[in-house]
């Protein structure tokens, strides 16, 4: 399952991009955006998020 970014808590910062061991997310329109169909749910980048704007559904 992958994980979901809140829109209102991003800041596009790109930490996320870094920090995903699949490549599934990356910065559009100033917000990060994952590629449901790479992201496996790991939820490293739910870690790193300083905003904390993504989860886990």
């Known amino acids: 399952m ?5 829109g209102e808590r991003c800041s596009g ?3 996320c991009v ?3 061991p699949r ?4 910065i ?3 917000l990060a955006t994952v590629d ?3 992201c496996t749910g790991c939820a ?3 870690d790193e998020c ?3 704007a993504i989860c886990v559904p």
């Open 50 to 52: 300083p905003n904390e």
């Open 23 to 26: 490549e599934a997310i990356r």
């Open 28 to 30: 559009e329109g100033g």
């Open 18 to 20: 870094e920090a995903c």
């Open 36 to 38: 449901a169909e790479r």
């Open 2 to 6: 992958a994980v979901q970014v809140d």
């Open 13 to 15: 910062c790109g930490i």
């Open 44 to 46: 490293v980048c739910v």
